[in-house]
């Protein structure tokens, strides 16, 4: 079945003439049609305009006029990311019906290698969440359990990818939502250093703490993905040339030799089959001649009040600018120009959006600001101190990525605050700007999957997706059974 191929074996396949772009396509057209119905992992699917360009590229390939060795390999791209006459919702009644004139800076990227777009996954509404359940499209089911949480907020990129509706998707990461969702759906997900990727045609969300990156089955197909989304871009001032340029082909898993910190600290409140099923992973990391440093991350604690604030103090700025007047939705009932934006904002975002404007715009408020917002800022400088530290002595970190593996729908949506506390374990790398990666490493009794998360200083993404690839080889293949 080709829509179980990794994006490297259909590239071969692609390059030997083994198979057409058009049977890829037609591949991935079957499997959404059957099962995404029930998974909702895609809220925009144009099959027509997907087969059109598969011709398109066999006709490239045909004439000896490939983009390059992805050319034709269809890929899933999250609706926050700008895709030039197709709709951008960005999971939110708000954008409901926006189409931007532009394409995001990974997006144009994945375009001139060739990639088609498969389609625009579901995901949170404006990536504020855990679950996928605060999406305006409907919730996204787990494909390995459709009563649990695909994770969030990239819920829709994670379950297409972990479902085979997609053989690698792009989402986004603010505070986990590549890797908290990979890990639950039992795929490869990672969060590059801040700046590696464009943030250009990315609709923000916290804007210091956003980053793109790859979902993928395997860890060679992150890398390859990452390979090809990175690189300065002179229209995001915050992106950087890529140092530490590598070719995703020097990957060879070898850790010898390195040294992985381990925390206890990224322990406490970890459920105890996710504790143990990490453990065991850096226990054979151990065997492959990896050193397990204990390391102390004391500023951990800080993490979920500093994001909180840091996170919904961006958010409630950068949403300042859908009023109804330039962007998506107008409120039909307004009058006079105050009912347009207060109907707008009220109508078209839901409540989770609603909450963090209110949180963020407290914080940020004259009499507060000092107190919440600066104080998160130098908070925010005392965990990046942490990790420097840590660098020191270690090559990686090592943790899970979640206390616990997918929990049930609807389990914690009405308890906002149990929701926070389960993004313990990645907002950090997000506060500290460092690249973090999710690989599956076991499975819980119930047959739920479990990733472990592995940290790395800025720039040495080459390093993780080695010790990434050191986990895959040790680890049981993860896939849903239908
Ligand atoms: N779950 C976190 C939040 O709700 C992270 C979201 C993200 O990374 N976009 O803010």
Known sequence: MLYSKSVIELSKMLEEKRISSVEIAESYISRIEKYNKEINAYITFNPEQLLKDAAESDQRRSSGKTKSSFDGIPVAVKDNISTAG????????????????????????????????????????????????????????????????????SGGSAAAVSAMM??????????????????????????????????????????????????????????????????????????????????????????????????????????????????????????????IVEISMKMNDYAIPVYYLIATAEASSNLGRYDGIKYGYHSPAAGKLSDLYKLTRNEGFGNEVKRRIMLGTFALSSGYYDAYYVKALKCRTLIVEDFKNAFKNVDAIISPVSPVPAFKAGEKINDPLQMYLLDILTISANLAAIPGISVPAGKTGSGLPVGIQIMGNHFEEKKILNIAKAVEAVSEKISVDF
């Open 86 to 153: 197709i709709r951008t919702t960005c999971g939110s009644k708000i954008l409901e019906n926006f189409i931007p004139p532009y394409n995001a800076a990974v997006y144009q990227k994945l375009c001139d290698n060739g990639f088609l777009l498969l389609g625009k996954t579901n995901m949170d509404e404006f990536a504020m969440g855990s679950t996928n359940e605060s999406s305006f499209f409907g919730p996204v089911k787990n494909p390995h359990d459709f009563s649990c949480v695909p994770g969030g907020s």
């Open 166 to 291: 997609a053989p690698a998707a792009l989402g986004s990461d603010t505070g986990g939502s590549i890797r908290q969702p990979a890990s639950f759906c039992g795929v490869v997900g990672m969060k590059p250093t801040y700046g590696k990727v464009s943030r250009f045609g990315l609709v923000a969300y916290a804007s210091s703490l956003d980053q793109i990156g790859p979902i993928t089955s395997t860890v060679d197909d992150a890398a390859a993905m990452l390979e090809i989304i990175s690189g300065k871009d002179g229209r995001d001032s915050t992106s950087m040339h890529s140092e530490n340029d590598f070719s995703p082909a020097e990957l060879d898993g070898n850790i010898k030799g390195m040294k992985l910190g381990v925390s206890e600290e990224y322990f406490r409140g970890a459920d105890e089959e996710t504790a143990s099923i990490i453990r065991k992973t850096i226990d054979k990391l151990k065997n492959l001649g990896a050193e």
